[in-house]
């Protein structure tokens, strides 16, 4: 009589998955959108001013108005900024809060001194070439195209200053704000529309 040992085998499942969100953020897709948006209207405003570029019947003309080293110092402050911004957010995530805090607000003063910069522009253009946005189609595409950027501009340092004074009265999360990332995404955003701006209107147009 013969018997037959039988081993019973051990079955093992496995744990089920840890479901994971995969889904993106959607302040930051709603961030690109915007700059999608934001792109098509100063490729709309850029189109304008090449159109039309040389077709005054009128003067003044760009070359007689235009200040091209002023124009290189706004550009140098505003890329400057985009610099300083990004260092202030590598500072954050460090840890570093006082770092952030000044070269934050370094980023501030950078861009306040290119709106300072196109104002004081702006005003010898206006008093003493009499330069106005219904001078002639030069007035008109100018002040339109930069006006509108210089607009950003100042949403932007507005930005800054307002998460500036929320991270010092700690209302901000972590040293991974989304808020704080979003604004820097901006700014950057800003910094190279006028990169393509100067090349158009300083170099490209005079």
């Given at each position: 009589m013969s018997t037959t040992n039988s081993t019973p085998v051990a079955s093992y499942s496995l744990p089920p998955p840890v479901p994971v969100d995969v889904r993106p953020d959607a302040r930051k897709v709603g961030m690109i959108a915007f700059f999608v948006s934001e792109a098509a209207f100063f490729s709309t405003l850029l189109m304008a001013y090449v159109i039309y570029m040389g077709h005054n019947l009128t003067g003044p003309t760009p070359a007689e108005v235009?200040?091209?080293?002023l124009a290189?110092?706004?550009?140098?402050?505003?890329?400057?900024?985009?610099?300083t911004?990004?260092?202030?957010?590598?500072s954050l995530r460090s840890g570093n809060a006082a770092a952030f805090q000044g070269l934050w607000g370094l980023t501030i003063l950078l861009g306040s001194a290119f709106l300072?910069?196109?104002?004081?522009?702006?005003?010898?253009?206006?008093?003493?070439?009499?330069l106005t946005i219904s001078g002639n189609l030069?007035?008109?595409?100018?002040?339109?195209l930069v006006g509108f950027h210089a607009a950003h501009?100042?949403?932007?340092?507005?930005?800054l200053v307002l998460m500036l004074g929320l991270h010092l009265r700690r209302k901000l999360a972590g040293p991974n704000s989304v808020a704080i990332e979003l604004v820097s995404w901006y700014w950057h955003?800003?910094?190279?529309?006028?990169?393509v701006v100067f090349t158009v209107v300083y170099l490209i147009g005079r």
């Open positions: 235009l200040s091209l080293p290189i110092v706004n550009t140098i402050c505003l890329l400057a900024s985009s610099f911004i990004h260092l202030a957010e590598r300072a910069g196109t104002g004081y522009e702006w005003y010898g253009m206006i008093v003493d070439h009499h030069f007035g008109t595409t100018y002040y339109t501009v100042t949403v932007g340092v507005f930005l955003f800003v910094d190279g529309v006028w990169v």
